[in-house]
């Protein structure tokens, strides 16, 4: 049941990460003007390293909050800010301090991330 949760997190995630970036990406080209990134339309590799990268996170959330303790909602919601915190949020923070990444650029992956993990932290909680 656990690698259904997983594999329909990912699946999940994946999509509402496209739809995010979709809605963000211009405030980002309007903030940074030429010194934005163009990330292109990504090809059926970028598409698939994706899911792929996005089903480790559930897996690793789902390990995580087994061992913690901490499968079932609301408390899974709470690991997964914890954890957002934890890592997304300082390495981007890293990021910006050591590799001069504009602020507005950060903030939208630590945006990402955040929604990534509490959707992951919601399907994980039900299928629970």
Same mark, same amino acid.
């Given at each position: ?63 995580? +909050? &087994? ?5 079932? @909602?609301?408390?899974? %919601? #709470?690991? !997964?800010? *914890? /954890? ?21 650029? +950060? &903030? ?5 991330? @955040?929604?990534?993990? %509490? #959707?992951? !932290?919601? *399907? /994980?909680?039900?299928?629970?």
């Amino acid at each position: 049941m656990i690698a259904l949760g997983v594999a329909v997190a990912a699946v999940a995630a994946f999509v509402l990460s496209s739809v995010y970036y979709v809605v963000v990406s211009p405030l980002e080209r309007r903030a940074l003007g030429d010194r934005v990134l163009d990330r292109g339309r990504p090809g059926p590799l970028r598409v698939v390293t994706e899911l792929v990268r996005t089903a480790v996170v559930a897996a690793g959330f789902a390990w995580v +909050a &087994a061992q913690a303790g901490l499968p079932a @909602l609301p408390s899974s %919601l #709470l690991l !997964a800010v *914890v /954890l957002w915190v934890a890592f997304p949020v300082v390495l981007l923070t890293g990021s910006i301090i050591w590799e001069r990444v504009p602020w507005q650029t +950060a &903030a939208i992956h630590a945006g990402d991330w @955040l929604l990534k993990l %509490l #959707l992951v !932290a919601f *399907v /994980l909680g039900l299928v629970h």
